[in-house]
Each structure stands twice: as C-alpha cells, then as structure tokens.
C-alpha cells in the first residue's frame, strides 16, 4: 500500500514537472508580449527570451538610440534606455544594436546609424535594418555614399560621418551627435555654420550646434572651400555591392529606403522574404565570429502580420540563429552584435544584461497621452475668413496644431522643407521659423526657443503649434473657447 501510495505520487510530481518545463513563461501588455520558450534546430535546441511588439499600434515608435545622445560614447544598455522615458512615452523594449570598438576607450559604431531621419554614421558592410514612421520595417544589404556641393555647382564628397581617421587621404563629417568638438588631430577642418563655411582651420574645432564641420587632409579639396561659401551635402543610398573585400554602389534604394527614419546597421541578414539567407561572407564579413563561431546572440525581425520580434540567443552560430528566427515566425530577420553585447530589456526589467558598456541600441517606445483630433468645431479663421484644409486641426496636450502648409501660405509665408535635417521652415518679412520635428524647441532668426508641443508628422502630414508661428510672424491670435474657434490677424 505504502509502496503504491509512492509510485502514484512519484507519478504525478513527474508529470507536473513535464507540464512545467512544457510552458513557456509569458509577460505581457496591450502591444509588447515577452515570451521564453525552448525553440529546436538543426544543431540541438535552446531557450529563447524574445519580445513581440504590435507594430499596427500608432503610438509605437522605434528608436535608434545612441550612449548619452553622442557618438565615441557607451552605457548601460539600462540608462540608454531611460534616455526615451518622458511623461508623455513609455519604455516597452531595448536591445543592443550594431557592432562597435569595445576593447579600448574610444567606443565608436561600426554599422550603420540613422536617427531621427538623419544618418549619423556610416557602415557600408553587413545589412541594415531600418523603421518608417507609420512602422513598416526593411532590411537591405544597404550602401550609402555622401556627395557634397558648393554654392550649388562645385562638388566635393566624404567617407564617412562621425567617424576619425587618422589617414590625411580621408574625408569625414562631424555633426553635433559626435559632441561638441572634433577629436584631436593636425588636417584642416572646415566650418559650416547654417548651410555656409565660417571658418577654415587646423586641428581640433568646436562643432556648431546649425551645421557641420569637414576634416580633411586632402589639398585639392580643400582649396575648394572659401569662407563664405555655401556648402550643403546629400546622402545617397543603394545596395551594396561586394567584390574583393571592397564595397561599391550597385542598384538604387532611394526610392523605398527615402521613407526611413531610424536604422541600424548589423547583419548579416538572417531571413530575407521568408527564406534563410545568412550568408555573412556575401556581405563582406570574415570574421569566424559570424562566418561559424558559436555564441551569444542578438537578433530583431518582422513577421507578416507585422510583429517586431527581438530577442537573445545563447551559444548558437549565425545559420543557427536564423533557423531559430525562422521558427518563431519571422518573414526578415537580421543578426545584431553579440557576445557580451547581447542585450534585452521588457520595459522595467533587465532580461538579458549585457556583459559590458554599449555604444548604441534599439529602443521601442509607446506614447502614454492621447493625441486627440480636434471636433469639427474647432475651427481657424484668418483676418475674417475660415481657413479650408483637408486635414482638421489637432489638439496635442492642450495646443491646437495645424498642418504647417496651411498655416504658412494663409499668412503668405514663404515655405521650405528640409528633409536631410527633418525641419519645417516658413519664411515673412526677414522672419524665420525652423520647427525641427520632434523636438520641443524651435528657432526664429536662429534664437533657439523653447515649444510647448513639438512639430510633429502625423498621417504623412506636419503639425506645428498654430499660436506660436502666427504669432512669431507678428500676427495676434486669440482663442473663443465658447464657440472654439482660433482668431488670427495677419494685420
């Protein structure tokens, strides 16, 4: 009887223990689900810390976030996190993104990095994976080349962004997302403050917070430049091509790449279009670390029903990787750094610490306020007439935004978009208004102003603060809220 009265108990603890080690462990909110489960492959099987993300959530964004906003730094994968968490977002996810210097003190990207629309640094090897706005998701074997011009004819180009070379053949651009000043070095630098060349000199130079500088050793080139010119460069992006170890420009991307906003670059590509690609040394990898080398890994993707999934992978190989990637779902896929860079964050907790500093990561937020439309009510009326738009006005934390078109051509203002720096611009009377997207900070005359609300697109349109611009343009705005109706007089 005792005998039997163990045996039956023995049995079910076993069978308990099977259901347990069965279930896979799930977190989860309204848009991010944090899964861990064992997943089988070709070489064995292992247990797998991802996150699915509902990219068809607009209030989801995805950000390639940088240590400390600045280039040639590292942090915690944590506090590089917490660099997106405001009020108005949440922190859903994190994880390490691109391969960078991490054995000496001078932490710099390797891959690829665009960020808030403008590329600040530049890979040209591997696969990048980059995010619209509206959250549609590609990944290219992607090459970007930078040609320049010079009051509108003469030409000049660069290799890189962001990146030092100690070589005087080398041409490289500084932006303020690599600090305040250049590093040390002795070739000539090139000032361009606000679209024009303010300084030529030599050695380190302090980076303008409206422009860019150009560090050069190249002569002929530098000849080019006179104080006064005015300078403005484009960035150029197509697939790459890889023969000899050397990386070329081979067929056109502006077309689908010009929609992006934020991308990393890693690779190799894990899933393209549903098939397995991983084929590292076809996008100028060398390293055993991703040609066959077992290791901890990293990995981001989407599914068809458009699902981020992101997640950790330990001791698998790159074709491993993706055999894994390709069982959970995804339709593309692409390897991010590993070993001890590996990193994964479900909102307030660490699931996979790195083993070290990072240079930069990927970052999925969630907007926490409403963005109302306004009601049919809420109406502009401009020197006694109503201002007919097809888009409505918008109430974003209490402040009526409007499309920036609008708004500027009813007050005869001149309008520019630059779309390498992602800024709205409207122009009257010597006045003018550059409303970066975004940002909650604004210039007029370049006295850089704070903003309640930052300009913002929505819907494929422009939304900046109605109140502000007429007013800035010397209008006076008064507000009904009886009959809610905006009162502006241009005279």
């Known amino acids: 009887m005792i005998t039997k009265l163990k045996t039956n108990t023995l049995t079910i603890l076993m069978t308990l223990i099977l259901i347990l080690t069965s279930i896979s462990t799930v977190y989860a909110n309204d848009t991010a689900v944090l899964n861990t489960r064992g997943v089988s492959f070709s070489g064995g099987s292992r247990n797998v810390s991802y996150i699915t993300i ?40 994190a994880i390490n993104g691109t391969f960078f210097s991490a054995y000496d003190n001078n932490p710099l990207p390797w891959g690829t990095i665009q960020k ?15 995010f619209t706005q509206t959250n549609e998701v590609k990944i290219e074997n992607l090459y970007i080349a930078i040609s320049g011009s010079i009051n509108e004819s003469g030409s000049w180009y660069a290799w890189n962004i962001n990146h030092p070379f100690e070589t005087a053949d080398a041409v490289t651009i500084f932006t303020p997302e690599f600090g305040k000043e ?3 070095h002795s070739f000539t630098t090139i000032v361009v403050k606000a679209g024009k060349v303010s300084r030529i000199t030599v050695g380190k130079t302090a980076i303008p917070t409206d422009g860019y500088v150009i560090v050069t050793g190249v002569p002929s080139l530098v000849n080019r430049f006179k104080i006064g010119d005015a300078v403005d460069y484009d960035i150029h992006f197509s697939e790459i091509n890889f023969q000899n170890e050397n990386a070329s420009a081979g067929r056109d991307l502006i077309s689908s790449w010009k929609e992006v906003t934020s991308a990393i670059g890693a690779g190799p590509t894990l899933i393209k279009n549903g098939v397995i690609t991983a084929n590292g040394l076809s996008e100028g990898f060398f390293e055993d670390e991703i040609l066959t080398n077992r290791g ?17 992978v330990p001791s698998v190989s790159v074709k491993e990787l993706a055999e894994i990637a390709k069982e959970l779902g995804l339709y593309q896929a692409i ?3 590993g070993g001890a860079s590996s990193g994964l964050i479900y909102k307030d907790r660490m699931v996979h610490a790195p083993g070290r500093l990072l240079s930069n990561a990927i970052v999925i937020t969630k907007k926490n306020k409403q963005v109302a439309i306004a009601e049919p009510a809420v109406r502009v009326q401009i020197d006694g007439k109503y201002l007919e738009t ?22 005869d203002a001149e309008i520019e978009w630059d779309e390498k720096e992602r800024v709205a611009i409207g122009m009257k009377d010597n006045i003018i208004i550059r409303l970066p997207i975004g940002k909650s900070y604004t210039f007029v005359n370049e006295e850089k102003m704070d903003l309640d609300v930052a300009a913002s697109i929505i819907n494929g349109r422009t939304y900046i603060p109605t109140r502000f611009v007429a007013e800035s343009l010397g209008a006076r705005v008064d507000w009904d809220a009886q009959n809610r109706v905006v009162y502006i007089w241009s005279k």
């Open 296 to 312: 901890q890994r990293s990995f981001i993707g989407v599914t068809k029903e458009n699902k981020l999934v992101m997640g950790t």
């Open 182 to 184: 250049t590093h040390q």
């Open 390 to 411: 097809e888009d409505l006005p918008m109430i974003i934390d209490g402040r009526t935004m409007i499309p920036f078109r609008a708004i500027f051509n009813a007050l």
């Open 335 to 337: 390897n991010l750094d």
């Open 54 to 93: 509902d990219l068809n959530d607009s209030s989801v964004d995805i950000q390639a976030a940088i240590s400390k906003n600045q280039i040639g730094t590292a942090d915690s994968l944590q506090n590089i996190s917490n660099q997106f968490k405001t009020e108005e977002q949440e922190v859903l996810a």
């Open 116 to 130: 808030d629309g403008k590329v600040i640094h530049i890979g040209n090897t591997g696969s990048v994976i980059g």
